[in-house]
């Protein structure tokens, strides 16, 4: 089976004592995951080492930077690196959030160049694509999403896709409470999976996870998750609430 992962983006929320209290209630659950099961919390940067700390001792839970520059170093005051990184042991990364996209302008060109920093650096890019309500509502949301994949990934070797996980974000579905239906998630990862079938061959397509990330809640997240395709979720909101979090990593595929 593929990976099945509950990824948390906490984005730019907590204190430092807040996100300890956080991690401290969800991994006081007990949570005892498969081999096929992973739990990502991708957080602040300031959080990083203290997080990383409290998963060392427990298996299958791990922790993700929020974004990296797609520049390798130099003057870029307040940035931060894939190598920088990597030097903390850090082993995942979102890139090209619809948020980076639409606040900093972050290109097709901008995100291949942090995919292969990530990549040169030993960490798993967790890629983000989706549609805006507009392409939605125009019926145009596959060749929407199609577009994002081909000019961001398609210059990497079959090796190298199989690694990266994807997430499927319906921008119209981001922090708004509305959530695509269970055959709307269902259709486009399919279709995802697809689009990598016809470049890599599907055996390679059908290793690479590929999870939902639009208002994922403990209401709907067993549903959700129960698609064939759809291998996980990438969690705002709701990761910030240590019951549901629970709730919703149980929900994964066993």
């Known amino acids: 089976m593929r990976k099945q992962i509950a990824a948390a983006n906490w984005k730019m929320n907590l204190t430092y004592q807040d996100s300890e209290k956080l991690l401290d209630e969800i991994l006081s659950a007990k949570i005892k995951l498969n081999d096929h099961q992973e739990v990502i919390f991708a957080v602040p940067f300031p959080y990083l080492i203290m997080c990383k700390s409290e998963v060392a001792e427990e298996s299958g839970y791990h922790i993700a930077a929020q974004n990296c520059n797609?520049?390798?170093?130099?003057?870029?005051?307040?940035?931060?690196?894939?190598?920088?990184?990597?030097?903390?042991?850090?082993?995942?990364?979102?890139?090209?959030?619809?948020?980076?996209?639409?606040?900093?302008?972050?290109?097709?060109?901008?995100?291949?160049?942090?995919?292969?920093?990530?990549?040169?650096?030993?960490?798993?890019?967790?890629?983000?694509?989706?549609?805006?309500?507009?392409?939605?509502?125009?019926t145009q949301q596959n060749q929407y999403v199609q577009n994002q994949i081909e000019e961001s990934l398609f210059h990497l070797t079959p090796e190298h896709i199989e690694t990266i996980i994807i997430a499927y974000e319906p921008i119209w579905a981001i922090g708004t409470g509305r959530s695509a239906s269970t055959e709307q998630a269902q259709e486009m990862h399919a279709h995802i999976r697809s689009v990598l079938a016809k470049k890599y061959g599907d055996a390679v397509a059908q290793k690479i996870s590929v999870l939902y990330g639009g208002s994922v809640k403990k209401e709907n997240a067993y549903e959700i998750f129960s698609c064939p395709d759809v291998d996980g979720g990438l969690v705002g909101g709701a990761s910030l609430v240590a019951p549901d979090f629970i709730e919703i990593i149980k929900a994964l595929k066993k």
Request: aromatic share 8%; glycine share 10%.
């Open 70 to 138: 797609e520049k390798k170093n130099g003057a870029f005051t307040g940035e931060i690196s894939a190598e920088m990184i990597h030097s903390i042991g850090i082993r995942y990364c979102i890139i090209g959030h619809s948020e980076r996209r639409a606040m900093f302008g972050e290109t097709a060109q901008m995100l291949q160049d942090k995919v292969n920093l990530c990549l040169g650096n030993f960490i798993t890019p967790i890629f983000c694509c989706g549609e805006p309500l507009d392409i939605r509502d125009a």
